[in-house]
């Protein structure tokens, strides 16, 4: 019988720190948007060298209020990774515009830059380049390409922030960048999102389409307001956040370590990276929903890292790398409120589980 205790494949690093900066805002009396919000948002905008950081309640509304205020709208394209979930999608439609699916590069998981550039119309907008797991994408080559055709450059940080590439903090290289605090990510309150600028113009339309309250003129505004008790938590978070990705590192060099004789592919490992998740591909023929199950019965919750590829929800075909993606790789549980006893636990439950014939 197995009495091992159950391993979630994410959780949420929080305690007393938190609990501390939540009560004193609701002692406090004010709870909505005040002085933790603002806090926040400067803090981001410095970290980041940027001009202006608007805070909002989801990755999705940041996302959102990111294209809106770029001017992006009805009948414009806007060009995303086919390989992501469909967070990414919605805010394209909720900006009133087409969504345009791009396929991966196989090392990174990130968007391919030649097949971005062959996508491009008279009619996009946008591209949002994620950085997928962590991995930085090829910011250059989007610059570049976003650069000789006039088009802005979202960098999608939900799941990298505090990662880095040649020195440069993501989220401080595109246009516009956004981030997500939902229970899952690298640092949370609950739920809660961030969207920062390199114009300080754009922070204060989206700033302006955040709240619809004391306006004069008929703009459809939004209610993505960010509440003073999720500033209070997300401060404490960030103050964390060197902590986190330490620890992150340290697991994801054990598994590394402990891995590297099994017939797996283990992920790319970019200096710059943040360990958001630890990703591995199977040996072609392996089925994923087996191994996860396998995996289950050793008390470790395993997932498919994207639970569907875009272009498998729009019906479209093509996506060859993103699909092969799709069908081998495995994400296993990476956080810092692991012990080393359940990363032990983890190491060994994945060489049984792999060397199973299924
Ligand atoms: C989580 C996530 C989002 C959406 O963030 P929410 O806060 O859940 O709305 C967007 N993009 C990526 C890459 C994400 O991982």
């Not at 806090?39 to 990111?66: K, M």
């Not at 505004?221 to 209070?232: H, P, S, V």
């Not at 986190?244 to 710059?272: H, Q």
Request: aromatic share 6%.
């Amino acid at each position: 019988m197995n009495t091992d205790p159950h391993i979630p494949h994410s959780k949420p690093c929080i305690g007393e720190e938190e609990v501390a900066a939540a009560s004193g805002v609701i002692r406090s009396g004010h709870i909505a948007q005040g002085r933790h919000v603002a806090a926040l948002e400067d803090a981001f905008a410095r970290f980041h060298g940027r001009a202006g950081a608007v805070a909002v309640n989801s990755g999705t509304a940041a996302l959102h209020v990111a294209l809106a205020a770029m001017g992006v709208s009805e009948d414009d394209e806007v060009i995303i990774p086919d390989f992501v979930c469909t967070a990414v999608l919605n805010a394209v439609r909720h900006a009133g515009a087409r969504p345009v699916p791009a396929d991966i590069d196989p090392q990174t998981l990130n968007m391919d830059t030649k097949d971005v550039a062959a996508r491009i119309t008279d009619r996009t907008k946008a591209i949002i380049a994620v950085h997928l797991f962590g991995t930085p994408a090829n910011m250059d080559e989007f610059m570049s390409i976003g650069m000789q055709k006039n088009i802005p450059v979202i960098e999608d940080c939900a799941q990298s922030v505090g990662g880095s590439v040649d020195g440069r903090p993501l989220g401080g290289i595109g246009h516009a960048a956004v981030f997500s605090f939902y229970a899952t990510k690298v640092i949370t309150c609950g739920e809660g999102g961030m969207a920062i600028f390199s114009s300080g113009k754009t922070a204060d339309r989206a700033r302006d389409l955040r709240d619809y309250d004391n306006h004069d003129d008929d703009t459809t505004r939004y209610n993505y307001k960010m509440t003073d008790i999720q500033a209070a938590i997300a401060q404490t978070q960030f103050g964390r956040l060197g902590d986190f990705i330490n620890r992150r590192k340290e697991i994801a060099e054990r598994y590394t370590g402990a891995f590297a004789s099994l017939d797996v592919e283990l992920p790319c490992d970019d200096p710059g990276r943040i360990w958001y998740r630890y990703v591995i591909g199977l040996k072609k023929g392996r089925d994923v929903c087996v191994w996860i199950e396998n995996m289950l019965k050793r008390n470790v919750a395993c997932a498919r890292p994207v639970f569907m590829p875009i272009h498998r929800v729009l019906g479209l075909s093509g996506y060859a790398n993103s699909e092969n993606a799709w069908s081998r790789l495995v994400s296993i549980p990476i956080y810092p409120a692991m012990t080393n006893r359940d990363v032990n636990h983890v190491i060994d439950a994945v060489k049984k589980t792999t060397a199973e014939v299924s």
